[in-house]
Each structure stands twice: as structure tokens, then as C-alpha cells.
């Protein structure tokens, strides 16, 4: 015990000078960090769903007028970023935007009916799935990421509200290894199924993944970190969007 207690003390002094070197700037920034981590994993576990997020702002959403085109965005952070920075989120249009960060689709399910069903919506335009792959926060298979979108699109349907099913973006390892959490075949996978299953519901399918990948890769130019859209990414979505609605709505 005495010689391995020896073996170790100059480890532990080497670590404890570290600490001790350590700036206060540094330790300050840690423990930012780790605060805005505690008070994510708080409101995590008070509201799972989500249904804090937009619930007033929903409460305060007059109903449609005559003839509006109501349109509801579902989804989780690259619908939720949609709007930030030059790529604003369809101006002008009577257009919700309702992703929130981190989001699986067991959660949108539960909050679809506060989220997109009282909105009114003529529309839902879902994006979701590349959480599921990554299990976020519990393992997600295929087969259930089928049953919750199913269940979504039952939903929809049972309350008039015609939908738009977008494939999962694609992603590259030229920033982070992405593919580590999101395979690609994964995100492939997942993309025939929702193809195949809008055909079967009679949902439109938006086809993200042909207009941004690049071989399996998403193009480098339309993302800063492989994986979330940028401004750049965002213009490429934005008229597929708008034809994919047009097409639930009968206009094409």
C-alpha cells in the first residue's frame, strides 16, 4: 500500500499545481458552462416535452383569417435555428416556426397537439429524426422513430392538417465527426422509410438530403459545423419548402 501510494503522489501533485495555475478566467468559464449544463438537465427533467417553450406564445396566436395559408414548422434545432442570423424564416408569410433544440420525435409527439393542432395550421412541415439517430436521450431504432411519425401523421390527418415530411439533413465530417453519433447509413435508412411512408399516407416528402449532399456528404459550403445548416444551407431549403407546401395545398 505504502509503494503505491508513492506511485501516485507525484500524479496527484502535478494535477493539484495545475489547479492551481489555472486562471481565473478560466475556472470562471468552466463553471459558466457547467451551470447553463445543470440548468438545461433542470428544465429537462420539469418539462421533458417541451410544452413551456411556446406555450403562451401559442395562447396569445389569434386564429387564422379567411383564406390564410397557415403553415406550422416542426422539428428541433435546425428548424428551431431557422430565422437566426441573415436566413430569415419566410417574412411576410403566416408561417411557425416551432423546432426546439435537442428534440426527439417522442417529444414532438406529445407536444404536437399544443404545438401544431390549436395553431390551425393548413400544414405541418416535419423535420426530425437526426436526434433519434444520435439518442439523445434514450436509444431510438428505426422502427420506433417509425411508429412516433406515424402517430404524428395520424394526428395531422384525424385533424385535417395536410403534411409535409422532410428527409433528414445530411452531415460531414469535415468540422467534427459527426458520423460517430449519426452514421450514414443510418441517415440514408431513415430517409427511404420516410419516403416510402409518405407515399403511403399521402404526405408530401421534401427532398432535403438531394439538394444538399454531395455525394453522402452534406456540401461543406452549407454548413460551418458538418452538421447544422447555416445561411448558406438555409437559402437551399427555404423555395424547397415553399414548393412542398404548395403541392399539400393543391397549388401545383
Not at 452549407?222 to 438555409?234: E, K, M, R, T, V
Request: charge should be positive; proline fraction near 5%; hydrophobic fraction near 40%.
Amino acid at each position: 500500500m505504502k509503494n503505491w501510494a508513492i506511485k501516485i503522489l507525484p500524479g496527484l501533485l502535478i494535477l493539484s499545481g495545475l489547479v492551481v495555475t489555472q486562471s481565473k478566467t478560466d475556472c470562471a468559464s468552466i463553471v459558466s458552462a457547467l451551470e447553463q449544463r445543470m440548468e438545461s438537465q433542470r428544465r429537462l427533467l420539469a418539462d421533458w416535452a417541451g410544452l413551456i417553450r411556446y406555450g403562451s406564445e401559442n395562447t396569445e396566436l389569434p386564429k387564422p383569417k379567411p383564406g390564410e395559408d397557415r403553415v406550422v414548422f416542426l422539428g428541433d434545432e435546425i428548424t428551431e435555428n431557422w430565422g437566426r442570423g441573415a436566413a430569415k424564416f419566410f417574412p411576410g408569410k403566416p408561417y411557425f416556426n416551432r423546432g426546439i433544440k435537442g428534440q426527439t420525435t417522442p417529444q414532438m409527439l406529445v407536444r404536437f397537439r399544443q404545438d401544431v393542432i390549436k395553431l390551425n395550421p393548413k400544414v405541418v412541415v416535419i423535420l426530425a429524426g437526426t436526434n433519434d439517430i444520435a439518442s439523445f436521450y434514450e436509444p431510438i431504432t428505426q422502427g420506433m422513430f417509425a411508429e412516433n411519425i406515424t402517430s404524428i401523421v395520424e394526428l395531422a390527418k384525424a385533424n385535417n392538417i395536410r403534411v409535409v415530411l422532410a428527409s433528414l439533413t445530411p452531415i460531414n465530417d469535415h468540422h467534427a465527426k459527426q458520423s460517430s453519433l449519426r452514421p450514414f447509413g443510418k441517415i440514408i435508412g431513415m430517409n427511404g422509410w420516410l419516403k416510402d411512408y409518405a407515399a403511403q399516407s399521402g404526405s408530401v416528402y421534401l427532398d432535403y438530403y438531394l439538394a444538399m449532399a454531395e455525394g453522402r456528404n452534406l456540401k461543406k459550403e452549407l454548413s460551418d459545423d458538418g452538421l447544422l445548416p447555416n445561411d448558406a444551407g438555409y437559402a437551399v431549403m427555404a423555395p424547397l419548402a415553399e414548393a412542398a407546401i404548395a403541392q399539400a395545398l393543391g397549388k401545383r
